[in-house]
């Protein structure tokens, strides 16, 4: 039976891709790949921003630059080519890294970047939710692992 495609954070995946120039690799991933394809996305990064780059998060309906400057452009291009990846590779779900401004599902840091994080969702997960996609996080990884995912 061929795998289903599950889309997933790609620094999950251990690739250098985070705002800091490091990776948020999950090992477990490496047991995942036996069950599922994971195709990788990295909204920030396919929104056009570089590695490293300065930190944003959510403030309001926008997402500031620690320094104050606007990335909101940047944010919302991210999560729609990281949606058309997900079509176009005929995703069945995403798991994507928490408390990102881009791939958080239940957190994201409070917008004052002191490291205090509230409840909130990041922009690619909104955009993703918006579309009917079912999102895990890596604290699901172990769920994934036991079970098959809804379709
Ligand atoms: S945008 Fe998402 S995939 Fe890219 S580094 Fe941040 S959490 Fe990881």
Known sequence: MSKVNIAISECLLGHNCR???KTKYFPKVEL???KYN???ICPEVLGGLPTPRVASEIVGDKVLREDGLDNTLYFMTGAKK???I???NNCK???LKESSPSCGLNLIHDGTFSGKKIKGM???CRQFIANGIKIYTEDDIDKL???DIDE
């Open 19 to 21: 705002y800091d120039g």
């Open 86 to 88: 997900y079509k176009k």
């Open 82 to 84: 990281a949606l058309e």
């Open 145 to 147: 692992l036991e079970e």
């Open 38 to 40: 994971l195709i990788p």
């Open 122 to 124: 990041g922009i690619t």
């Open 93 to 95: 779900a995403a798991i």
């Open 32 to 34: 995942l790949k036996e």
